[in-house]
């Protein structure tokens, strides 16, 4: 009896121990998946808006970073205008006389020297024309002798005055005569004198580009058709737009601070122009033309007709700001990166406000304190990694 009972111990010390084996492997079980998990999302956040560089990389990114700045910013009326050339500085190119075009190597764009050959205008009158110019200053000629004649028997008082005065009548209207027809063809593009032509070469009056073309080879033209329009852009103006409220705050002198559609936001450049113009007249959009000197005309890459975005400086008032280079534009936002670890850094939005001198403007979320520290330079490095991890996972 004592046997059995001391088998039946061991037999229930056994189940016992088995049974707490199997919960706990199940537990185990149960709790893993849970903690794999966790360690995903926790991977899935930090590949989001988190990203981390080792020392080397942040060497070759050329990281450094700074707390957000107060500096004196310019403030004022954010406005959108047009670049535009003064009217001394835009032709149109006419033929004066009219006919066919007859050839035309120019494009839209292009580049022309003063003088040079824009058209080839083909017109039967150009024979007519100088004919009368020849025929006439035939008849000069003849004149001129007759004048000679005429004055030396009047001083032989051979002959009587009224003849000396009518033959210098007629020599100083046929001058007249022919100094117009010679001016004629001059304006036509013709020769004066020589071989007679049916062709007439139309030519620029001045340097500049092309900005629109207006005829086809083999189009017939008349003297009010404008066939080209050249521009000089050496003397352009930035021409904004203001709203009829706002005119009152817009001087002459006051500084105009503007970028280019074009521009991307990793090229951004600013420029700036002075205001030397408010117009008188509303129009009737309800808005009044401002003009503006550019402090830097030659600038390649203004050309007429493009798009600004401008802000008139009316103040200065100080703001939160970080340089331009601490800023990033990622799917449609604007970002900064704030560090939180030695080679750590997060994305952090930020909406941005007046920019000036390569600073901009910035106000951080409520949850983001002011001191946070920010990378300065080389935020597109950060953006750059980011989007790489993205890529390979």
């Known amino acids: 009896m004592h046997k059995i009972a001391t088998l039946m111990l061991l037999l229930s010390l056994t189940v016992a121990s088995c049974t707490n084996k199997n919960e706990n492997e199940t537990a185990e079980a149960t709790q893993t998946p849970a903690s794999a998990e966790g360690e995903e999302v926790e991977g899935a956040e930090e590949s989001s808006d988190l990203v981390s560089l080792s020392p080397a990389e942040q060497q070759a990114a050329g990281i450094q970073t700074g707390r957000i700045q107060s500096r004196p910013m310019g403030a004022g009326l954010a406005v959108t205008g047009t670049l535009d050339v003064p009217p001394e500085s835009a032709v149109s190119i006419t033929a004066p006389l009219g006919g066919f075009v007859e050839s035309t190597e120019l494009l839209q764009g292009a580049r022309v020297r003063k003088g040079e050959v824009l058209a080839t205008i083909r017109n039967p009158e150009f024979v007519t024309l100088q004919q009368d110019y020849l025929e006439t200053r035939a008849r000069l000629a003849y004149a001129r002798t007759e004048l000679a004649r005429q004055k030396e028997l009047y001083e032989q008082e051979v002959a009587p005055q009224k003849n000396y005065q009518r033959a210098q009548a007629d020599y100083n209207a046929l001058q007249v005569q022919t100094n117009a027809q010679a001016a004629r063809l001059r304006l036509a593009g013709l020769p004066v004198g020589g071989k007679m032509v ?28 404008a066939l080209f329009e050249i521009v000089d852009p050496e003397h352009l103006h930035v021409e904004l737009t203001v709203f009829e409220r706002d005119v009152a705050r817009v001087q002459k002198g006051q500084l105009i601070r503007f970028t280019l559609a074009s521009d991307s936001t990793g090229s951004h450049r600013e420029r700036t122009a002075h205001v030397y113009l408010v117009g008188k007249a509303i129009g009737e959009d309800r808005t009044v033309r401002v003009h503006g000197h550019l402090d830097q005309e030659n600038d390649p890459a203004l050309l007429p007709g493009l798009y600004v975005r401008a802000m008139i400086e009316t103040g200065r008032t100080d703001a939160p700001v970080l340089p331009d280079a601490a800023l990033v534009r990622f799917e449609g936002k604007n970002y900064a990166y704030a560090v939180e670890a030695p080679g750590r850094y997060r994305m952090v939005p930020v909406t941005l406000g007046r920019s000036e001198d390569n600073f901009t403007e910035v106000t951080l979320p409520e949850a983001v304190p002011a001191t946070t520290t920010f990378v300065t330079t080389g935020a597109y490095s950060l953006l750059a990694k980011m989007k790489n991890a993205e890529e390979e996972e």
């Open 198 to 225: 049916t062709t007439a070469s139309l030519r620029a009056p001045r340097a500049g580009f092309v900005r629109a073309v207006n005829v086809t080879v083999g189009q017939a033209v008349t003297a009010t058709d």
